[in-house]
């Protein structure tokens, strides 16, 4: 921590990083700029981390939410360790914001430890150490310790408000919300905007799981599961296929008994339908302040401001990717991708798409697929054992150099595109390996 603090010119103050320990435990750090900052006045960083598992996570957010938050005034200063002159503005606010406020009743806890342990820390930095010297507060946090620092921050901005009401040298505070999950309710989450910015990375799962989308994502796996018998019978009928050429005692018809008594086993005790108990009304939990929304296009990553009813953010879909996008790693890669795109000389070209449509008379449309590899000319899975429009499907991939469509093994080969601004290593085709921009280093 103090290595990394460091190369930000930071300085670490105090942790609790070597004293606790425990799934369910909190760890934070205080940091402090060595010098004054560009802006003037000091730096003082609040980073948080939280060592809960996405199982803990699931039983705190199904668990009924609480109506205090956020909590009064004088309860809040009672976390800090001192006396909050009381504002009728603020007073006024607080009153009116209470009865229609919650919050995730699994973080509330957490969030006083803190107030309690860091609070009063805070409070005599935030008063700075000279004369007219502006103090900037930022707290930071990824995933569960990310909702913590909105729902800190809020607490610190109704104290702030009080205690530096008539001071010229108010500290400035500011939350960065990394992957967080949904934690409080819609105005509480508004009223952050000015002050926390929640950075969400393309499928990340972690900020979509509410009650209501997990409930949603329940219903469309069972009626996904019909779907999954029909694939399974064609990559069956696809391996005995190929196997009969060798053993004809093996005919193609069998793949279909073995497929009927593979599914009577499963129903086998079964009732004819299933039923979704349906839950009592759910009380939703929304994303905290201003939410920015890290998306692939192009193979490039681009960030744009999303509202927080975002139907893409409201629900879970299952992706390859969406426990991979939650890591500290990958996000970060994305965030110095995303800023180097928007220095890119070059716009990437256009991908081509899966499928084309192609008008059948003069009236229909019709979806046509493109069927073929652009390198190989044959079929996207002319070297699985399985065959079928799933697995068709998944061996299309796009060359990020040229943006044509082709198959696994004829683009296995990764580069860097920096005219792009794509600054790690991405799929390009063969073609573009040894006759494009990349000829000269095979």
Known sequence: MQRLGELQELRLIFTNAETQS??????????????????????????????????????????PPTTSFPPSPDFIGTCLGISLPLSSTTSTEHTDAQPQGHACNGLVTRVYQILREVGPALVRLASGTGEGERVRITVVGHSVAGSLAAMVTLCLRIAFSSLFSLSLTAPTLRCFSFSPSACLDASTADALRPCVTTIVLHDDLVPRLTPQSTRRLLREIALFRETVFRQRQQNWSAVLSRWSSV?????????????????????????????????????????????????????????????????????????????????????LHALLEARAVRRAPVAPPMWEAFTTSERDGDSSVREKDNERCTCCKESFSWHATYRGDVKDYRERYNCHHCGLLVCGLCSTNQRTIPKYGMIFPRRICDQCELKGDYAALC
Request: with cysteine; glycine share 10%.
């Open 247 to 331: 053993s004809p005692s093996l005919s193609p018809s069998q793949p279909l008994l073995l497929e009927d008594r593979e599914r009577g086993r499963t129903r086998e005790g079964d009732d004819e339908t299933a039923v979704m108990v349906e839950d009592a009304e759910l009380t939703p939990l929304w994303l905290p302040g201003k939410i920015l929304h890290i998306y692939s296009h192009r193979g490039q990553w681009l960030v744009a401001e999303v509202s927080r009813t975002l139907s893409t953010l409201r629900r879970i879909e299952v992706q390859g990717n969406m426990l991979d996008d939650h890591r500290g790693g990958s996000l």
């Open 22 to 63: 425990g799934a369910g435990d909190v760890r934070y750090a205080v940091l402090g700029s060595i010098g004054e900052v560009s802006s003037g006045g000091r730096e003082v960083v609040l980073a948080l981390h939280s060592c809960q598992t996405l199982e803990s996570l699931v039983e705190d957010l199904h668990a």
